[in-house]
């Protein structure tokens, strides 16, 4: 920037630093980054204002936003030193004026703007052209229109384009929007549709692949590479539809198994309608293992007509050993299995991968006649996987398996993993609500702080709950012996809640009405 721009003493360092920390969320720098802007005059120089209106041509919208939202500005106009928009002012200064609350600022601001030729103005007239004034998005409409139609490069359509969906949400936001999309769809707008599908922003890409895809434009190779590779989960799926039904057209096989190699479910699913309908079986019989559940539910659901004994297909893999045993399978023959299938769910619960011994207790929790809680509670106390002692507890919960309360009590012993402990505390906690507070005060001192703090969140849900009990026997005793190191370890008025929850007052409160006087 020129030196000859007089900038205040607290200015960002440069233009560009400070439009990039406005627009991060900084509500001083959208301030500063203001000041900076009103402090460039119009005699700046040709070099400086060059450089100044391509840093904000290549501004992202949130960055006027920002701006918008500073309520610094507030302050400049009700003492007066921001002066009303005039034809000498610089563009830069024009635009934030523009921004004003003060709609006398602002109108006078966005017909100036109105008259320029930057490019870098359209995105502050698209702001305007959401403006609750009607007066002033007017204006701020007619000069983007006018701009729209003499747009041979379409440089004015990619300016907006990013504002429009920045503002759509608006009350008034919805003209802009629609005037680009429409826009989008001419044949002239190609290069800029072309420009946004390499937009960082989502919502721009978004809009490119449904232009594209609604005219017909978009290759099948375009549609794969988008499906497999764009981070956006929407335009994953819906080019993988749109591949989908061109990989079909031209009888692709190609196409769509490259669509089952993506790692998102959704397009793998609409790869597998594609292979369904050109007639691969195979590679849709391959996807019943798959490692989505939605995928080996929508292999299934094709393949269903044809007749095909599910059961029998994973228990046929399943009892080839080796690598053909994996989670997937497992949970493929849980979604379709049947309480034949318990022997083999328990002989793969000592499986030495732990995502198939997850998955053989759920299907023990789902079709095992009886549970052996003996059997599960020494996966509890002695499994290496946190996530199989997660299901072990899951499983002896949902099924009302009784189980030695000494054992359990045992499992809360500090020696023991922390995975142990918590399983051995929800354990507990579904016995009633006594047990779950007893198991949540000898848990509050535990050393190991991931513990003491889930037994903390535990016993403030219980008492906002307004669960009130009445321990006995081995509940009131252990609560009794642990709740004077609650009284220290809680928050005083938790403490206090969680004694009157089971009946057990402070003892230096009275237990009746008028105890204290007599």
């Not at 005039?86 to 003060?102: E, H, I, R, T, Y």
């Not at 997937?328 to 023959?333: E, H, K």
């Not at 002989?347 to 006649?369: M, N």
């Not at 535990?446 to 403030?460: I, L, T």
Request: hydrophobic fraction near 50%.
């Amino acid at each position: 920037m020129s030196p000859n721009v007089s900038l205040p003493d607290h200015a960002c360092p440069s233009l560009q630093s400070a439009v990039h920390r406005a627009t991060a969320g900084a509500k001083k720098d959208a301030d500063a980054a203001g000041r900076l802007l009103l402090a460039i005059p119009a005699d700046a120089g040709d070099a400086a204002t060059a450089e100044a209106e391509a840093v904000l041509a290549a501004a992202d919208p949130r960055f006027w936003v920002a701006l918008e939202s500073a309520r610094d500005w507030l302050y400049w106009e009700s003492d007066g030193r921001l002066g009303a928009p005039v034809g000498s002012d610089s563009l830069p200064a024009l635009m934030v004026k523009a921004l004003m609350a003060d709609g006398r600022l602002r109108e006078p601001a966005v017909r100036l703007l109105a008259e320029a030729e930057s490019v870098a103005a359209l995105p502050v007239l698209g702001l305007r052209a959401a403006d609750w004034v009607p007066i002033v998005r007017d204006v701020a409409r007619g000069a983007i229109l006018r701009r729209l139609e003499d747009d041979p490069d379409g440089a004015a359509l990619a300016a907006l384009a990013p504002m429009a969906f920045l503002v759509a949400g608006r009350q008034q936001g919805g003209w802009l929007l629609d005037e680009v999309t429409r826009r989008l769809r001419e044949p002239a707008a190609g290069p800029v549709v072309s420009q946004l599908l390499g937009s960082s922003d989502a919502e721009l890409r978004r809009a490119a692949y449904q232009v594209l895809t609604e005219l017909g434009k978009l290759t099948l190779e375009q549609a794969i590479q988008a499906a497999v590779r764009d981070r956006d989960i929407v335009i994953r799926s819906r080019t993988a539809a749109y591949a989908g039904r061109l990989a079909v057209e031209t009888d692709s096989l190609t196409a769509a198994r490259q669509l089952l190699a993506s790692r998102t479910p959704l397009v793998r699913a609409e790869a597998l309608q594609a292979l369904n309908r050109l007639g691969d079986l195979d590679a849709v019989r391959s996807a019943l293992v798959d490692r989505s559940s939605l995928v080996r539910g929508t292999a299934r659901f094709y393949l269903r007509p044809h007749g095909v004994d599910f059961p029998a297909v994973y228990r046929l893999r399943l009892g080839e050993g080796g690598d053909a045993v994996t989670p997937y399978t497992v949970a493929g023959l849980v979604e379709v299995g049947s309480a034949d299938d318990t022997e083999l769910f328990w002989s793969l619960v000592r499986h030495p991968i732990a995502r198939v011994r997850v998955e053989a207790l759920r299907g023990l929790q789902a079709f095992a006649p009886a549970i052996n809680g003996d059997d599960l509670l020494a996966l509890v106390a002695g499994d290496p996987s946190a996530a199989v002692v997660r299901q072990a507890a899951a499983t002896i919960i949902a099924r009302d398996v009784v189980l030695d309360t000494d054992r359990l009590l045992d499992l809360l012993d500090s020696a023991r993993p922390v995975s142990v402990r918590l399983a051995a505390h929800r354990l507990l906690a579904a016995r009633d609500t006594a047990w779950r507070l007893a198991a949540d005060v000898m848990l509050l001192a535990d050393a190991e702080p991931v513990v003491a703090a889930y037994a903390r969140h535990d016993v403030n849900v219980a008492v906002k709950q307004q669960m009130y009990v009445r321990p006995s026997g081995r509940t009131a005793e252990l609560l009794a012996a642990h709740l004077p190191a609650a009284d220290r370890l809680l928050p005083p008025v938790v403490a206090r809640n969680l004694r009157i929850a089971v009946g057990m007052r402070l003892p230096s409160e009275p237990t009746e009405p008028g105890a204290a006087d007599g």
